[in-house]
């Protein structure tokens, strides 16, 4: 039996429970917006990564294809991030993998099986937290989802200091983190974490008192 972990939309954030849900995987399939190589360098200690690149992926990822045809044993698998750029005939592949959309999904299209893992990096509004596991024997393939349940975390700072907020994105980009990554370690929205990193990245050089005027604070 070969035993698959799929996994997409980490950007930058690998749990304890996805970790520990792709121990014993024979290969992991990683459906694009990593963010940070070091998260393949991660999963290559627990099995050998089978990766795309996704929209998020930027410089660092020009060396991983857009698009994998690949083959584990007998399964025929085809992955990219965008489902909108996968071929129109699909007969050729048993599984096709795709992401970006930050939902799990199965869709079957005549013999093949069209498979979202969803997203199990950074929730999403109150998108669920998921992965996929697959069991391939004898021919058959068993599609598990994997649901990671997670109380919402408790702002660790205070959601209406947005001067602060602002102050610790920017404390936090300098240190190579990203903006989902920050809001997932300090409660704080995730939409509002994008936007003050989208001024302060478009603007070199503002200041917290700028950025709280260009959001008409």
């Known amino acids: 039996m070969t035993k698959l972990g799929i996994i997409s939309d980490t950007h ?3 749990r ?3 970790l520990a849900a792709l121990e014993g995987a024979d290969a992991i399939l990683h459906a694009g917006d990593i963010s940070r ?19 998020a992926d930027k410089e660092w990822a020009e060396e991983l ?6 083959s584990l044993d007998g399964l025929r698998i085809c992955m990219t991030h965008k489902k909108k750029d996968l071929p129109q005939d699909l007969s050729a592949w048993d599984l096709v993998v795709v992401g970006h959309s930050h939902q799990y999904s199965e869709t079957g ?11 199990c990096g950074p929730r999403r509004f109150r998108q ?10 004898n021919g058959q393939l ?21 001067k602060a907020q602002i102050e610790l994105v920017v404390r936090e980009l300098g240190k190579g983190r990203s903006p989902q990554r920050t809001a997932e370690k300090y409660g704080m929205d995730p939409a509002l974490a994008e ?3 989208r001024l302060y990245l478009t603007h070199p050089g503002v200041t917290a008192d700028g950025i709280m005027a260009k959001m008409g604070l």
Request: hydrophobic share 45%; charged share 25%; glycine share 4%.
């Open 12 to 14: 930058d954030l690998l």
């Open 16 to 18: 304890p429970e996805v």
């Open 37 to 55: 190589p070091e998260i393949l360098e991660r999963l290559r200690e627990i099995a050998p990564v089978h990766a795309v690149r996704g929209n």
């Open 65 to 70: 294809p857009p698009m994998l045809d690949l």
């Open 109 to 119: 299209q005549g013999k093949t099986l069209i498979l979202n893992p969803g997203s």
């Open 128 to 137: 669920p937290i998921t992965m996929a596991l697959a069991e391939l024997q």
């Open 142 to 162: 068993r599609v598990s989802k994997i649901e990671i349940a997670q109380a919402p975390p408790a702002p660790r700072i205070d959601p209406k200091d947005v």
């Open 195 to 197: 936007q003050i990193a």
